[in-house]
């Protein structure tokens, strides 16, 4: 479920934000959440002749919840709350190649604890890696969350400075750190840092958030800026940036195709790319430089990756005492009890104000 108008942006009920404050965030984890499970995977269909088994070269999937797969409302059943998806980039790339993929990227996840949870994945016999982090660690989640509420109520402009004043200059840093580490226990790898797309394309026709244009425009600063920096850093480790904001373009929250969910249900699923982003966006971006040619996930290879959700999530449960620490970072709406909490502080006459907008 995703909360939009589809023309013209009408006055939000009180029914309607009390609703969104009511229940719509599941636990992390949860059926809600989690959607389909690994145990229902083999039922997508036969793998594709052709396709490896898990003896391919190793490929292991590193980084936070744009490489987790969160958005695509369909995650393994691995005992974690890291919301790992058979249709995500990974998986896809993984069965289309045969590679065996050992999918260790986790939403929630900042640069600390990729370094403390993931890289023991690494070898030396690892052939292939790839990694988005750094959003997290720069407090995206908690900005996007301050950039909904309505101008009145919002420090967006202070929450998008606080980021980019942290991206500038602390985690160059720690992403110089993280990718020397990851060179020294992979070092015949081929690594592959993802970036983040755009979220905005001028619009937000979801009924239940207020993003301003300059809001919008301020928040895809700060992914050019992160883009920016991470290619930077990824360039002096020998790395290959990829960079999705070109191939988003066109496909950002309210576009049609829309890659990337706006408000949705379960709220975990917000502001993520969806399973049409990891298919027709991702996939092919992230295999070309990580594999030599773009992969086309066709019905084929979708329902390979699928098929081996179940082996998937039994390889990632051996890792669940690390992961279990990690939580998902999750945006949270502007609910009717916290408008009320912010207009009283700031003499705003709620119901009033609502009526208007």
């Excluded at 003896?55 to 919840?65: F, I, R």
């Amino acid at each position: 479920m995703i909360f939009r108008l589809s023309k013209v942006r009408l006055a939000v009920s009180l029914t309607s934000i009390a609703l969104l404050g009511g229940g719509l965030a599941a636990a992390p984890g949860s059926p809600a959440t989690a959607g389909p499970i690994a145990s229902g995977f083999a039922s997508a269909g036969p793998i594709a002749s052709g396709f490896a088994s898990a003896a391919g070269e190793p490929y292991v999937a590193l980084g936070d919840s744009y490489s987790s797969g969160v958005g695509t409302r369909s995650y393994i059943d691995d005992g974690s709350n890291c919301m790992r998806s058979p249709v995500a980039y990974a998986s896809l790339v993984a069965a289309a190649k045969g590679y065996s993929l050992n999918f260790r990227a986790c939403s929630g996840a900042v640069v600390a604890d990729v370094t403390n949870s993931q890289l023991s994945a690494l070898s030396t016999s690892t052939r292939y890696v790839t990694i988005s982090i750094g959003g997290n660690d720069a407090g995206f989640v908690d900005v996007i969350t301050e950039c909904a509420l309505p101008a009145w109520a919002s420090d967006c402009a202070g929450a998008v400075a606080g980021a980019q004043n942290y991206i500038r200059n602390t985690l160059p840093g720690r992403l110089g750190t993280l990718y020397s580490r990851i060179r020294s226990a992979a070092p015949n790898a081929k690594v592959v840092v993802v970036g983040y797309p755009k979220l905005f394309m001028g619009e937000d026709c979801n009924a239940l958030t207020w993003f301003s244009p300059e809001d919008e425009a301020a928040l895809n600063d700060t992914a050019v800026l992160i883009n920016n920096t991470t290619a930077a850093r990824a360039s002096a480790a020998g790395f290959t940036y990829v960079n999705p904001i070109s191939r988003f373009t066109g496909h950002a929250v309210c576009d049609d195709p829309e890659w990337v969910n706006g408000l949705s249900n379960p709220i975990e699923e917000s502001y993520h790319a969806n399973a049409a982003g990891h298919r027709d966006g991702y996939t092919p971006l992230v295999s070309s430089p990580l594999t030599g040619a773009a992969v086309t996930a066709d019905p084929s290879v979708v329902a390979a990756a699928k098929a081996a959700g179940p082996a998937q999530a039994a390889k990632q449960r051996e890792y669940a005492a690390l992961d279990r620490h990690i939580e998902p970072k999750v945006f949270q709406p502007p609910t009717r009890e916290r408008l009320q909490k912010l207009a009283d502080q700031r003499g705003v006459n709620l119901d009033a104000w609502l009526a208007k907008h």
